[in-house]
């Protein structure tokens, strides 16, 4: 019953994918079928964590933190966890053995969440890492699944492509981050007078990132190369959409992909695959 019980736990996140991102959760389906679970269990643990420091307001946020904190390192101890999304975690913690420093930076990055709404370089660096390129790597690890040597040389660009999606996130949630709660993430902006100058310059950085990742894509073993290029796809194609619009419409709404550009997307992409042109 105890498999049962794991079964259960890990439906859990992959449901929570689902909700909270199609996105994800249609490209996660794209994985070879040995990898899929494991990724769900990743995306469920950061998704929970994530939505602690976004949206529980009016419950003390720093208590919940370091309650699912705690949490977290005593599921991966003991291997087993009655929170079903901790659980499923730990399995894929202890079974590719992902490096406990890339669940501490993450970790780390969200509780800078709880306070700091204002970034230098070095701190938006900092978050950056924890929040989105460590993800990457836990990511990449299951990929690799025990190829040291591989998932060494595939390091730079996991990072590259989980610091791309990141920094495309907060673009596209200007409005929300920047009025809602009060955050600033790209240093040296000042949003109540964001321009087309400082627009250009962070989309310059994000094109860096995106075109690092790509280099490191086309090298993933196959069972996860295209689910990880059509993410990257659905997200150079909404990162384009961005560059298209003027720097006060991005603070008026939340730019989209609509479902029929991510069909296109899934069916270009098919073809290349199918042409070996990944």
């Known amino acids: 019953m105890l498999n049962l019980f794991h079964e259960v736990s890990q ?18 389906r794209l994985l070879h079928k040995d990898l899929r679970t494991p990724i769900f269990n990743i995306y469920g643990f950061v998704r929970f964590a994530d939505e602690i420091v976004d949206t529980f307001h009016g419950h003390d946020k720093e208590v919940l933190l370091k309650e699912f904190k705690e949490s977290t390192y005593q599921a991966i101890e003991r291997k087993i966890s009655l929170n079903p999304i901790l659980n499923s975690f730990q399995l894929t913690v202890n079974e590719y053995n992902i490096d406990h420093e890339l669940i501490d930076a993450f970790l780390h990055s969200m509780e800078m969440d709880l306070d700091k709404t204002k970034y230098d370089r070095a701190g938006y660096e900092e978050y950056i890492y924890g929040s989105a390129e460590v993800v990457g790597l836990m990511c990449l690890t299951v990929f690799c699944d025990g190829d040291k040597a591989m998932c060494d040389s595939l390091k730079p660009a996991a990072k590259s492509l989980g610091a791309a999606f990141q920094k495309v996130n907060f673009l596209r949630d ?15 902006c000042d949003f109540s007078n964001f321009t087309s100058e400082d627009k250009t310059i962070i989309e310059a950085d994000i094109q860096k990132d995106f075109d690092d990742a790509y280099a490191g894509i086309i090298h993933l073993p196959l069972k996860a190369r ?4 059509v993410a990257y796809k659905y997200y150079l194609s909404l990162f384009k959409k961005i560059k298209k619009v003027q720097p006060q419409k991005i603070m008026e709404e939340r730019i989209r ?22």
Do not use: H
Request: proline residues 3%; positive net charge.
């Open 226 to 229: 295209f689910g990880v290029y």
């Open 11 to 28: 439906d859990c996140s992959r449901v929570t994918t689902e909700k909270y991102s199609t996105s994800f959760s249609s490209s996660i």
């Open 174 to 188: 200007l409005k929300a981050d920047y009025e809602g709660l009060d955050r600033v993430y790209f240093p040296g």
């Open 257 to 278: 992909i609509p479902d029929y550009s991510k069909i296109y997307i899934l069916a270009k992409a098919g073809i290349r695959s199918q042409l070996n042109l990944l």
